[in-house]
């Protein structure tokens, strides 16, 4: 019986009486973090942060592009500048990023460290703001935007890929181990 509490986790360190890892019903993933939903809740918060700040800057204005970016296809823009338009873009930008972690995952899930991350959240940017966008006309050409606002979604870009492809890195491989103070969960007696 285990003495000490036990700390949340996603992975499971406790061994039975044979002394190899098993969980209670006898499969051995219990511990172990599922992709899919790991994904599904990082891409559903990296939408949600994200975008959020996304439609802060444009609050500010620090780029001219609404929350909705990623819906104008299919709505009007003028529905877009509404709340329900900026909850639909966030909404929208969600499942983006929802797709983008899957799609990270199965790239480059096993590289280490942030770096590919930011190449990651840089790629994409290349995608909507250089090919994507101006071909179906919900976003201008990069000579044309503007520089606050090529900028601004720059970094919110960079910083998203960040999120996602660092989150990945630290949960799928030994990242956490290179942390200077990583927690090390106590080995039940």
């Not at 990082?42 to 780029?63: C, N």
Request: net charge positive; aromatic share 18%.
């Amino acid at each position: 019986m285990n003495k000490h509490a036990k700390v949340w986790s996603t992975r499971d360190t406790r061994t039975n009486g044979s002394g190899s890892n098993s969980s209670h019903n006898g499969s051995d993933t219990e511990g172990h973090t599922n992709p899919l939903t790991f994904c599904l809740s990082l891409g559903f918060f990296a939408g949600l942060i994200w975008d959020t700040l996304r439609g802060v800057a444009y609050w500010l204005k620090f780029t001219k592009l609404t929350p909705g970016l990623l819906a104008d296809p299919f709505f009007k823009l003028s529905f877009l500048k509404t709340g329900w338009g900026y909850a639909v873009g966030i909404g929208v930008f969600i499942v983006f990023s929802i797709i983008a972690a899957l799609l990270y995952f199965a790239l480059f899930g096993k590289i280490r460290g942030p770096h590919m991350g930011v190449v990651y959240g840089f790629l994409w940017w290349i995608v909507i703001f250089g090919f994507l966008g101006p071909s179906l006309g919900f976003t201008q050409k990069l000579t044309m935007i503007g520089w606050n606002t090529l900028l601004t979604e720059l970094c919110v870009f960079l910083l998203w890929g960040l999120f996602i492809g660092y989150t990945i890195a630290f949960e799928f491989t030994d990242e956490a181990s290179r942390e200077p103070f990583a927690f090390k969960m106590p080995k039940p007696t």
